[in-house]
């Protein structure tokens, strides 16, 4: 019989209390997965749209006090674009609203005659006219949750508009979203002359430093805004701030009642066992071999309950990216490093919820357990 | 006195509790030699399951001097190394684990020891073979005899080739004709191995196969022959 063999029959002795444990330590690790990859496919996305436009900097209101970047005059364009190394710059409008069936639909407004018409491809129709205020093209993602086709009408707040063209982007946001002319949301919005994000593309052979020297520019000229690097974007958004600490509150939540979980069920098997633990040392185990295994349990628990949470987070995102609420926004990004630390979190779960009892054990007086 | 030479040898050992209120043992001194077979007898409270837990090393907190195997046990640094090397333990209510089978309970002092499982396996079912159970390796204590069980109970003393064998009321619990075998076990052990032997009991039979007896009354040893 092996050391690993007699852990694993203390373990399987009681079945019950220790899938119960478990399921505790799935559960929060499970919460740690998912809403991690929630977050980290939020943050990716939008850097896809970035990276799938090519844009090198991306302009904005330094401080966001709600989902999406409040509003400035798109007028600062004429002045960035005199900026040097600045090749081109589109305005964009974009907000979240509740679009019939689908509770969160991306709608944006991009500037006419810029680079962000270039990298979509139209599948299907065409795009809307400069002027026009009534049509709208929408992403493929978008088309199938909301089961609308070209010449289809779409109610957005008050307005309706008709389907004019289905277009294909490489990032999942912008496939979920539904794209207008910068006038028409200007008016939508009741926010006309103003925009929400400058999308700047440099001159070709513009270096990082020159482009660093650029930002701190823009930082210095246009109070208030601020040039992101376009990876960068997502971070400062006030909802991406708001979900990373949710995430972080949900999962240590979770992770508490996981150790206390673990602290529980070895703490109650250990009680249960203080005779065996008196016999094992009456013949001679040492206290360190005492407190091993006690401890190998429960490391053994939280290793099993972190392989489980993993799977159970990877499923959970699943669903959760499926929900009307995120469905088309994002991809849940679950990448090996993510899993790497959930099962080290869920060792360190099973180590300290083994600690304590792995203490009292070793410290057991034979003579007296025996006696009980 | 003994003619072999010592394995133990105990000087005015005392031992009390509840602050001094109650003394188990009040100056108890003895040589038991290399071998020899010994039965500890006295009425209930007379403290043999006290000087039993202090042979035994499960008890360091005591007055005097106590050495086997040239060892001084009293602030024992640690005495689970010492119980490991030179002591096997019978109890008399067996004392084995309820989820193990026979022939787990007999490896697990062997954790102490650098064998490997395979190493460990063998030895146990040797030794189980030795007490006449090879074919009840696999079973659960609750699914063996109360003579079985301590049968296993003494294979599992034997685990870690001890020098010296302490039971407790072996055959305390078990019926005449269990506690016959077992008599016979330990004799055999005893001889073949020629392994110092410590039985602390109430029944006269039991104390009949010992080399000599030690009598024990309110803390004391009774009668010259048996002190050091």
């Given at each position: 019989m092996s050391f690993l063999q007699l852990i694993l029959k203390n373990l399987l002795r009681r079945r019950s209390r220790s899938l119960l444990t478990l399921a505790g330590i799935a559960i929060g690790i499970g919460a740690v997965v998912s809403l991690s990859g929630i977050a980290s496919g939020f943050e990716r996305s939008w850097a896809n749209v970035y990276k799938a436009r090519g844009t090198d900097l991306v302009i904005t209101k330094t401080i966001a006090r709600s989902t999406m970047p409040g509003p400035f005059p798109a007028t600062l364009k004429s002045e960035i674009q005199k900026?040097?190394?600045?090749?081109?710059?589109?305005?964009?409008?974009?907000?979240?609203?509740?679009?019939?069936d689908s509770p969160t639909v991306l709608v944006i407004g991009w500037e006419p005659k810029t680079s962000l018409w270039k990298h979509v491809t139209l599948g299907s129709g065409r795009w809307p006219d400069d002027s026009s205020t009534d049509?709208?093209?929408?992403?493929?993602?978008?088309?199938?949750?909301l089961n609308k086709k070209l010449g289809d009408k779409i109610q957005i707040e008050t307005r309706e508009f008709t389907v004019c063209g289905i277009f294909r982007s490489a990032a999942l946001a912008e496939s979920g979203a539904i794209v207008m002319p910068l006038p028409a949301m200007q008016s939508l919005t009741e926010k006309d002359g103003m925009v929400n994000f400058f999308d700047v593309w440099l001159e070709p052979r513009t270096t990082p430093a020159q482009t660093d020297e650029l930002r701190a520019l823009i930082k210095t000229k246009f109070s208030g805004l601020t040039a992101f690097d376009p990876g960068a974007v997502s971070e400062s958004n006030l909802a991406m701030q708001i979900a990373k600490a949710m995430t972080?509150?949900?999962?240590?939540?979770?992770?508490?009642?996981?150790?206390?979980?673990?602290m529980n069920t070895i703490l109650m098997s250990v009680f249960e066992r203080l005779h065996e633990i008196g016999i094992l040392l009456a013949i001679g185990w040492r206290r360190a071999r005492i407190m091993q295994m006690i401890l190998a349990e429960s490391l053994l628990l939280g290793l099993i309950g972190g392989i489980l949470g993993c799977g159970l987070g990877v499923a959970a995102a699943r669903l959760l990216e499926r929900s009307p609420w995120v469905a088309g926004k994002l991809e849940a990004?679950?990448?090996?490093?993510?899993?790497?630390?959930?099962?080290?979190?869920?060792?360190?779960?099973g180590g300290l919820g083994g600690l304590y009892p792995a203490w009292i054990g070793s410290r057991m007086s034979p003579a007296r357990a025996l006696r009980q | 006195m003994t003619s072999r030479p010592p394995l133990i040898e105990v000087r005015d050992l005392r031992r009390s509790f509840d602050h001094e209120a109650v003394q188990a043992l009040r100056g108890v001194s003895f040589k038991i030699g290399q071998g020899e077979s010994v039965s500890v007898r006295g009425p209930s409270g007379s403290g043999k399951t006290t000087l039993l837990n202090v042979l035994g090393a499960l008890d360091c907190q005591f007055e005097g001097t106590v050495t086997i195997d040239s060892v001084e046990l009293r602030d024992l640094a640690q005495p689970e190394r010492f119980r490991a090397r030179t002591i096997g333990f019978v109890f008399q209510s067996f004392h084995l684990l309820a989820a193990l089978t026979a022939i787990e309970n007999v490896q697990m002092p062997m954790f102490e020891r650098d064998w490997k499982p395979a190493e460990r396996r063998e030895r146990a079912a040797a030794l189980l073979k030795m007490v006449g159970l090879e074919n009840r390796m696999d079973h659960l204590p609750?699914?063996?005899?109360g003579g079985e069980r301590q049968r296993v109970a003494i294979a599992r003393s034997l685990a870690n080739e001890p020098k010296l064998l302490l039971a407790d009321e072996p055959t305390g619990n078990l019926d005449s004709t269990n506690a016959h075998k077992i008599l016979e076990v330990l004799q055999r052990i005893h001889q073949e191995r020629n392994m110092t032997m410590i039985v602390v009991t109430h029944?006269?039979?039991?104390?009949a196969v010992t080399n000599r007896t030690l009598h024990l009354r309110d803390g004391q040893l009774q009668g010259a022959a048996n002190g050091a």
């Open positions: 900026l040097p190394h600045v090749r081109e710059v589109g305005g964009l409008l974009s907000d979240v609203f509740s679009v019939e049509t709208v093209a929408i992403g493929s993602l978008s088309a199938e949750m972080w509150a949900v999962s240590s939540i979770a992770l508490v009642v996981g150790a206390i979980g673990v990004s679950v990448d090996p490093a993510l899993f790497g630390i959930a099962l080290l979190i869920a060792i360190a779960l | 609750a699914k063996l005899s029944d006269a039979e039991v104390a």
